[in-house]
């Protein structure tokens, strides 16, 4: 019996710098610990369908050995929406923007730099390096780096308790 999968959703703006390189990341750090029932995706509120990650969001990634260079843009929908368990958000706007379009969204929604506290966005987000250098693209790529290390246990324990549930 296949083993059912854990979906984690990462939201920002235009889906082409922000989620793009937490994606790669969290891919990453499952990916290191063989955890393959977790699928990550990302989307972006305003993203233009198929755009590729920026230039240097992709230099970034490449840096730390993440290839990003294959990502296009998603728009965040209603389907992704429900296909998530776990949805990560990059700034309280976002948080925002999905609670609108499906209220039934807020046990599974949460800024990513407060996760795992429900609804705390009192907290910054992560800033958008969109229009900037590439040394604002590699703090960026630190910052997330950062968080997703301190969270990807939050995020495995969640999913274990999901897999539970589902058995």
């Known amino acids: ?6 979906n984690v959703l990462i939201v920002c703006t235009g889906n082409t710098c922000r989620s793009p390189m937490a994606e ?16 990550v995706m990302s989307a ?6 198929g755009m ?16 990003i260079s294959g990502h296009r843009a998603r728009q965040l929908t209603r389907q992704a929406i429900e296909w998530a368990d776990l949805i990560l958000a990059m700034a309280p706007e976002h948080v925002e923007y999905i609670l609108k379009r ?3 969204a807020g046990s599974k929604t949460y ?3 407060a996760f ?3 609804h705390a966005t009192s907290q910054e987000g992560v800033n958008d390096p969109i229009g900037g250098t590439l040394e604002e693209y590699n703090q ?6 950062e968080i997703l290390r301190r969270i990807e246990g939050k995020i495995i324990e969640k999913s274990n308790s999901a897999r539970k549930g589902s058995g």
């Open 1 to 6: 019996m296949s083993t059912p999968n854990y």
């Open 24 to 39: 790669g990341i969290l891919k990453s750090l499952l990916a290191e610990k063989g955890l393959e029932h977790i699928q």
């Open 44 to 49: 972006g509120m305003g993203a233009l369908g």
């Open 52 to 67: 590729p990650a920026t230039p240097f969001a992709i230099e970034a990634a490449k840096h730390w050995n993440i290839d």
């Open 102 to 104: 499906a209220p039934e």
């Open 111 to 113: 800024l990513i730099r």
């Open 116 to 118: 795992p506290d429900a």
């Open 140 to 145: 960026t790529f630190l910052e997330l780096d």
